[in-house]
């Protein structure tokens, strides 16, 4: 057997304000390192789980995270990848727009639809231009994503550089972003296209898959 855990990272400033982030890159709170902490704790009481790799996106918000965790579970020697392809959903013009706001400015059930649905894209915005992606070619950059679109960067990182560690019997460490992670999960649990908008994914509550080793789910627990 071996075990995979993902965790959403603690809440950020964005979280706190109720607005779309994205790729917009902010910081935790207070509480969202304090949640980082207590994650950390919950990870490292995990039975007989040593993650041989932590994974992280290369925003502050999920960065921080990974680093407190790994504090405080005793995992600061581990190796970590810090990879644009486990950063949150690119949400386009929605970017830095507060979630009210935006009902208001297009209407509850186009949100819902953008938000939810597993095809929706929300408008385009402009490319992003940040030294972090220098060495990525720019054209495979988001300008907008849908969750499918999300899940599709998201499966070639976690087929490449997770799934074929797990095979081998090592256990590793997601730490990411609320949409990355539910496109992750609806892969790993095969859930439809429907039931996928009905889950969510809370901050700093790690998920625990156990694995056979062929990579079928044997347990899955939510700590809290």
């Known amino acids: 057997m071996v075990k995979l855990v993902l965790l959403r990272h603690g809440e950020s400033t964005a979280n706190y304000a109720n607005i779309y982030t994205g790729w917009n890159d902010v910081k ?10 207590s994650a ?14 932590v994974h992280t996106s290369v925003l502050v918000r999920a960065i921080e995270t990974a680093n407190i965790v790994a504090e405080i579970a005793n995992f600061l020697y581990l190796p970590i990848t810090k990879t644009w392809r ?3 959903r ?13 009902r208001e400015i297009f209407g509850q059930k186009q949100i819902l639809e953008w938000r939810r649905g597993f095809y929706s894209v ?10 972090r992606y220098i060495n990525c ?21 976690y087929h490449n550089e997770v799934a074929r ?22 892969k790993l649990e095969q859930i439809n296209d429907s039931a996928i908008t ?27």
């Open 198 to 224: 009905k889950l969510e994914v809370d901050n700093c509550e790690p998920i625990v898959y156990t694995f056979d080793k062929y990579l079928h789910i044997r347990d899955k627990q939510v700590l809290s």
């Open 40 to 53: 950390g704790k919950l990870i490292s009481q995990i039975p007989d789980f040593a993650p041989t790799h």
């Open 165 to 186: 560690w797990l095979l081998k019997g090592e256990d590793q460490l997601i730490v990411a972003h609320g949409s990355t992670l539910r496109a992750l999960i609806k």
């Open 122 to 131: 929300p408008p385009a915005g402009d490319r992003v231009n940040d030294r």
């Open 90 to 102: 690119h949400y386009g013009k929605l970017r830095g727009l507060n979630k009210d706001v935006s």
């Open 28 to 37: 935790l709170t207070s509480r969202g390192r304090k949640q980082a902490v």
């Open 86 to 88: 486990l950063n949150e």
């Open 137 to 157: 070619d720019c054209q495979r950059l988001p300008q907008a994503e849908s969750l499918y679109q999300t899940q599709q960067r998201v499966l070639i990182y």
